[in-house]
């Protein structure tokens, strides 16, 4: 299952997230995980792609 978050800031997005990893034991990625994936777009957006 892959459930997406989307919203304004401190709108309770990572709150929210936090709450589903703690209850269904989920894998949380923030937008800043998502940038420190690698050094180019490409290959953020790549590797992104596979762990989804």
């Known amino acids: ?6 919203g ?6 990572s709150t929210l ?5 703690k209850h269904f034991g989920a894998e949380v990625i923030t937008g800043k995980d998502y ?3 690698a050094k180019t777009e490409q290959e953020a957006v790549r590797l ?3 762990r989804i």
């Open 17 to 21: 997230a936090n709450n589903i990893k």
């Open 48 to 50: 992104f792609k596979e």
């Open 35 to 37: 940038l420190r994936m």
């Open 8 to 13: 304004e800031n401190c709108s309770g997005k």
């Open 1 to 6: 299952m892959l459930i997406g978050l989307i």
